[in-house]
């Protein structure tokens, strides 16, 4: 079994040039997440790296606000706090136990932020036009792992209903259906 670190490396590799290849002309177009335009959506996913380095370290997080980070060089910190997420999570100690104010299993807690990283990306490329594959490792982790979580998840609004996919649907698009989005979404025509 790979360690967090190790997927999350992996997820890393295929999410950066997804947020390098993206337009600034781009950051106010919408994303599979309703509730996002790509500009939102890449704070989100920085809060979301920053907050996860702090569990993996054992701290206590703060989900409760996200700052617009998108301005400068936002993609070269996005690789810089990628980075670091990846060798936070491969700090001794960072897979066991639970972690800071969520109380839960740490590999769990890691496998939370691998699906985000993972999914968020293929959100992006989705929104921005570009292809994206996520690692086959990490997709093989995420779908039971995810699947574990979604009740929950559901149940505190972070994935919508199950979306309806074909038997015949690759592992990674019942990753997507499962937290509620159209593996098949595509950004509308203006």
Known sequence: MKTISELLEEATARAVPVVRGIDDAQLAGGTPCSEYDVRALLNHLFSVI???RVLAAKGTSDFSRTEDVVTGDWRGRFDDETARLVRAWGEPGAEEGTTGGMAMPARTVGLMVLGDLTVHAWDLARATGQDYVPDPAVV????PGMAGMAPKAREMKVFGEPFPVAPEATAFERVLAM????????PSRR
Request: proline share 7%; net charge negative.
């Open 179 to 186: 937290t509620g989005r159209d593996p098949g979404w595509r």
């Open 50 to 52: 920053g907050n996860f």
């Open 140 to 143: 093989a982790e995420l779908e």
